[in-house]
């Protein structure tokens, strides 16, 4: 069985400030592990995956994650945070690579203030 | 990039009625769909998977007589429920694993089905 935990259902940044959304993960194999984005009233966007190479990912966007087994945690991050950054956020895992579907958080909405 | 379409994008039906939302891959043949259902507010669940040419493997706790899944072709799978009732409305969510790609997946734009 495999879950992810993002904390915090809203993150509420600065335009211009550092982005971090948290995303914790559980599995009992090697996770492959993704961030997507989310628009109002639209499907997925792929920020971001983890495939068991680097384990700092640098996506699309300006976003990076970066894994840690020990803490199980693959936590997504933007230096600086723009107005069109502002949308929902959701971190999933696979022990497939997706083959079998994607588990995914309960998101996080990323508010930026001007 | 690849594109996953979904139609249609919004429907609304009255109580009892049938809808069908198709799920297509215009740029690339799809040898496994997902469809996810999301509450506002909240996460997608995985409903069904879907492999061309055979039965859907539908998630504990879906119907399966009330979301029939077809995935007729390699570029098409349809989600359509039945009898629809006010607690189905839902924005539904595809995604289509591109073989070709390495099994990359590539989601819908989703379906918002309202029922009255």
């Known amino acids: 069985a495999q879950s992810v935990t993002q904390l915090g259902s809203h993150v509420s940044v600065s335009e211009g400030a550092l982005v971090l959304l948290r995303c914790n993960y559980s599995s009992s194999v090697p996770p492959y592990l993704f961030w997507y984005v989310q628009y109002p009233n639209q499907g997925l966007q792929l920020l971001l995956k983890?495939?068991?190479?680097?384990?700092l990912v640098k996506g699309i966007n300006g976003f990076e994650a970066e894994f840690k087994k020990s803490e199980t945690s693959f936590h997504l991050t933007k230096p600086s945070a723009h107005m069109s950054d502002a949308a929902e956020y959701f971190c999933?895992?696979?022990?497939?690579?997706?083959?079998?579907?994607?588990?995914f958080g309960k998101g996080t909405h990323l508010i930026i203030q001007p | 990039g690849a594109v996953v379409s979904q139609h249609p994008s919004w429907v609304i039906c009255k109580s009892g009625t049938s809808v069908k939302i198709e799920c297509r891959s215009l740029?690339?043949?799809?040898?496994?769909m997902f469809w996810y259902r999301q509450f506002p507010k909240q996460s997608l669940m995985l409903m069904a998977t879907s492999n061309e040419g055979s039965k859907a493997t539908y998630e504990q706790g879906v119907e399966k007589d009330k979301f029939l899944i077809n995935h007729a072709s390699l570029t098409l799978s349809t989600l359509t429920v039945t009898s629809a009732h006010p607690e189905d409305s839902s924005f539904y969510i595809c995604?289509?694993?591109?073989?070709?790609?390495?099994?990359?997946?590539?989601f819908g734009e989703g379906s918002r089905l309202t029922v009255l």
């Open positions: 999933a895992v696979s022990s497939t690579g997706g083959a079998d579907g994607l588990t």
């Open positions: 995604s289509a694993r591109d073989g070709g790609r390495g099994g990359e997946l590539f």
């Open positions: 983890y495939t068991s190479a680097a384990t």
């Open positions: 740029d690339f043949q799809a040898t496994t």
